[in-house]
């Protein structure tokens, strides 16, 4: 026999509402606990008491599940959400990458979106605006209005809400790749010497290292360039690990700088294992290429865009969307 609720005795029964009762007056929800569910890969009662334990604070909660080994490292980037594209340009030697979001995925593919994105990419290289603001008030590339004027105007043509989100600039000797029809953007800056960088085989490299940096997601350039207070935020969380597997204080310095080295091989491009040889590194792979062009090959930086990586993704309910449009 099929058992009839009222609506009051389905909405005490909800999950929801029981967690939400558990944690009170806690600083988080359950729309909290289910996040860093779904950032960590923990279960859900291991989240709570992440959660309980650092009064709500997400990255601490992070932190307490990854010190208990519960949790893998949480890329403080976040998870992609929002739609757009990443497009990159290059012109009168300089190139820009940029991101500009949309709503939806579908606008994303609409050739005007396109355009009006590497139009906004061309202004960039060409002008080379300090930030946004800069950008918002001068003539887009190829337009006759500034690209604010050019912003409103897709806007209100296309239906959606569109944002230039960020964009960089490298002058000099640079390569750029853009992963899955822009999904993600990378520029790499590099030095030469002896002129190589005019070589067919020098530019297969620099497209490799570009490749290197949307496939690996490095965070540094190198070991020099991991800020000291990340450096010992990492410590600090492997060491906790450490202790929490049960190793021997006495030895555990040792292990957290094994893992510390290991950290740096995953996270600074020069220390990478190159994608294409897994036998060598990075800083190997332009050794050994600059030899063979009888010069030097040096990366100075990097920048690498994931479209709406950090963005609050927009959730539609599927089922409203069409009853509304029936109304």
């Known amino acids: 026999m099929r058992i009839k609720y009222s609506q009051e005795e389905r909405i005490r029964s909800s999950p929801t509402i029981k967690i939400r009762k558990e944690i009170n007056n806690m600083e988080f929800t359950a729309k909290d606990v289910a996040a ?3 950032k960590t890969g923990c279960g859900m009662m291991d989240c709570k008491k992440a959660l309980v334990e650092t009064n709500g604070d997400m990255d601490k909660a992070v932190d307490f599940l990854r010190e208990k080994g519960l949790a893998a490292a949480a890329k403080k980037s976040g998870r992609i959400a929002a739609e757009g594209i990443v497009t990159a340009v290059t012109e009168a030697g300089a190139s820009a990458v940029i ?10 593919k609409n050739e005007e979106f396109q355009k009006f994105a590497n139009d906004l990419a061309m202004t960039v290289a060409k002008n080379n605006p300090a930030d946004i603001a800069a950008l918002s008030e001068m003539i887009i590339d190829g337009g006759d ?3 604010a004027e050019a912003l409103q105007e897709k806007v209100l043509k296309i239906g959606e809400n569109i944002q230039i989100r960020r ?6 000797i640079t390569s750029t790749y853009i992963h899955m029809g822009g999904r993600i953007g990378v520029m790499v800056s ?3 010497t002896n002129g190589i960088e005019a070589k067919d085989e020098f530019k297969a490299a620099a497209k490799d290292i570009a490749m290197q940096v949307a496939a690996a997601n490095p965070q540094f350039l190198d070991t020099a360039s991991v800020p000291a207070e990340t450096l010992e935020h990492e410590k600090k969380i492997l060491r906790e690990q450490v202790l929490n ?3 021997p204080e006495a030895i555990a310095d040792k292990i957290v ?19 294409k040889d897994n036998d060598i590194t990075v800083a190997k792979y332009l050794e050994k290429t600059g030899k063979e062009l009888g010069g ?6 990097f920048v690498r865009f994931e479209k709406g990586e950090g963005l609050q993704k927009r959730e539609d309910n599927f089922a409203d969307e069409v009853a509304n449009m029936v109304k």
């Open 36 to 38: 860093l569910r779904e």
């Open 99 to 108: 991101e500009v979001n949309s709503e939806t995925d579908f606008v994303a």
């Open 145 to 147: 209005m500034t690209a």
């Open 167 to 172: 964009f960089a600039r490298f002058e000099g």
């Open 190 to 192: 590099f030095d030469a």
């Open 245 to 247: 597997e049960g190793k």
């Open 257 to 275: 700088a094994g893992k510390i080295a290991k950290y740096y091989k995953e996270n600074c491009l020069i220390d990478q294992v190159f994608i």
């Open 296 to 301: 030097e090959i040096v990366v100075k930086d």
